[in-house]
C-alpha cells in the first residue's frame, strides 16, 4: 500500500482552532492609526463578520458549513502518499508520508480558504472581492472560489510575475477574475506582496459591495486550512501509524504549515518544522515584533517574526515563499519553543525537488520543494541514528507552471541567493 483515502463523505465537518493549545496566548492585532487592541468593527469594511469572528475565537472547534463542504468535495479528501522509493534511495528506516495537496482546481492548498472565505462573503451579500498574489497561486485559488458563488474576483498581481509568468494570469481569467498589476500607481517598480496587498485593501475600501481577502497569515486562513492535518491524522492511522515524529512544512505566510501541524500541536512529542528560504528568513533571522502585514501600512500591526514591513525579498523562484512576515500564530509556537525553523538555499531545493522527481514521479512546487528538502535531511538523519521514524510532509503543491525554475536549474541558471 502507497496510497491511504478517507471517503468523500468523511472529510472533517469541523475545522481545529489552535489557539486554545498555544503555549501562550497570542497577543492582540493592534489598530493601524490608533495602536490599540483592534475590535470587530475595525475589520468589518475587509472581513465579514462570520470570519472577523473566527479570527478572534478561542472555541476548539469550529463547525464546516455544508455548502463549503460540496465545494471541497470536488477534491477532497487528497491522499496520504507514502515515499516509499524516496526511503528506498536513501536507504532511511524512517517512513515518509505526504498529504498531496496538489491535486485541487488551483493546484494547491489554497482552494481550501478561499472556499470558505467567498462563501461568507456571498453569504453576507457582497458582491466583488479584491485580493493580492505573488506568482498567482492565491489568485487563482480565489478566482476559482468566486465563479463558485457568483462574485467578481479582482486580483492585484505583483508586476514582476504579471509580466513574466502569464499562465496563472491566464487561469484567473478563465474563472472569471480580473488581474491588475501592483504597484498600480509606478509602473516601472516590480512590485511585492506588500505592496500589491496595500492596492487590493484601498480598491475593497473604497467600494461598500467589495470586501478583501488574504491568502495566509490571519487566524481564520490557518483555521480553514487544518482540514489537511486532520485528514492526514486519520489516514495516517490507516497506514497503521499512532502519531507521525516529524511535521514538515514549506512556510511563507504559514497557511499550509498551520494547516497541517496544528491538529498535532496538542500531541506533545511531535516535533513540528516549517521550512522557509534562506533569502526571505523570516523565522530563523526575523525579529519577533509588531509590524504591519503590508508595505503602506494600511492593514493591523501583527505580532509577528518579520524581517520588516519595508524588506523586498529577492527574485526567488519560491514565489509563495516571498513575504516580509509571517502568521502569529506560527510566530508564537516558535517564539515558545514549540515549532522549528529552519532555513534553504533554493539549490539545494532544486537539488532536492529533481530527486523526489525522477523517485516519486511528482514534479514539487518550489514552495513544496522547500519541504521535501528537510525531510530528506530529517530522513538521513534517521539513517545515522537507526531510528524508526515517521515523517509526516505537506505537497502544499504542485510545479507545472514553475517549469521556468526548472529549466534555469537543470541548466546551470539558478544561483543562490544568500539571506
Ligand atoms: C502560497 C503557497 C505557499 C506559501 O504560503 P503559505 O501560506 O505559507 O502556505 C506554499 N506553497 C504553495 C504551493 C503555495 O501556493
Not at 47 to 71: C, H, K, N, S, Y
Not at 194 to 207: C, P, Q
Not at 303 to 317: A, E
Not at 383 to 392: A, S
Amino acid at each position: 500500500m502507497t496510497r491511504w483515502m478517507v471517503s468523500p463523505g468523511e472529510i472533517p465537518s469541523a475545522w481545529f482552532n489552535v489557539v486554545p493549545y498555544l503555549p501562550a496566548p497570542p497577543a492582540s492585532p493592534l489598530h493601524p492609526a490608533t495602536h490599540q487592541p483592534v475590535e470587530p468593527d475595525d475589520l468589518a469594511p475587509l472581513f465579514p463578520a462570520a470570519l472577523i469572528e473566527q479570527e478572534m475565537t478561542r472555541a476548539p472547534w469550529i463547525e464546516v458549513p455544508g455548502e463549503v463542504l460540496d465545494i471541497l468535495r470536488l477534491w477532497r479528501p487528497t491522499p496520504l502518499v507514502r515515499a516509499s522509493r524516496l526511503e528506498q534511495a536513501l536507504g532511511t528506516p524512517a517512513r515518509i508520508y505526504f498529504k498531496d495537496e496538489s491535486g485541487s482546481p488551483a493546484g494547491s492548498h489554497k482552494p481550501n480558504t478561499a472556499v470558505a472565505q467567498a462563501f461568507y462573503n456571498a453569504r453576507a451579500g457582497l458582491r466583488r472581492l479584491t485580493t493580492e498574489t505573488g506568482a498567482g497561486q492565491w489568485g487563482t485559488a480565489l478566482a476559482f472560489a468566486c465563479a463558485q458563488f457568483g462574485l467578481e474576483c479582482e486580483v492585484y498581481m505583483v508586476r514582476a510575475s504579471f509580466e513574466h509568468k502569464p499562465y496563472r494570469r491566464v487561469i484567473m481569467e478563465t474563472w472569471g477574475g480580473s488581474v491588475v498589476p501592483s504597484p498600480v500607481d509606478q509602473p516601472d517598480h516590480p512590485g511585492s506582496l506588500g505592496t500589491a496587498i496595500s492596492d487590493a485593501v484601498r480598491a475593497a475600501l473604497g467600494r461598500g459591495d467589495t470586501h478583501y481577502s488574504l491568502g495566509s497569515v490571519l487566524n481564520h486562513v490557518l483555521l480553514h486550512q487544518t482540514v489537511i492535518g486532520l485528514e492526514a491524522r486519520e489516514q495516517l492511522a490507516l497506514a497503521g501509524e499512532r502519531l507521525p515524529d516529524v511535521v514538515i512544512a514549506p512556510c511563507g505566510g504559514g497557511s499550509n504549515l498551520g494547516g497541517i501541524a496544528f491538529p498535532f500541536v496538542p500531541e506533545a512529542g511531535v516535533r513540528l518544522i516549517a521550512v522557509e528560504p534562506l533569502s526571505c528568513p523570516t523565522l530563523t533571522q526575523g525579529r519577533f515584533d509588531y509590524d504591519f502585514g503590508d508595505s503602506a501600512g494600511l492593514t493591523p500591526l501583527l505580532p509577528m517574526y518579520t524581517l520588516g514591513h519595508d524588506f523586498v525579498p529577492p527574485s526567488i523562484h519560491a514565489g509563495g515563499l516571498r513575504y516580509h512576515g509571517v502568521s502569529p500564530l506560527i510566530s508564537s509556537l516558535v517564539r515558545d519553543g514549540r515549532m522549528e525553523a529552519v532555513a534553504y538555499p533554493q539549490g539545494k531545493v532544486f537539488e532536492a525537488a529533481v530527486h523526489f522527481a525522477r523517485l516519486e514521479g511528482k514534479v514539487a512546487a518550489p514552495e513544496a520543494a522547500h519541504a521535501i528538502r528537510a525531510v530528506i535531511d530529517e530522513a538521513l538523519a534517521a539513517k545515522e541514528t537507526g531510528e524508526e521514524k515517521v515523517i509526516l510532509f505537506n505537497y502544499c503543491g504542485h510545479g507545472f507552471l514553475d517549469l521556468s525554475a526548472y529549466d534555469d536549474y537543470l541548466h546551470g541558471r539558478l544561483h543562490d541567493e544568500q539571506g
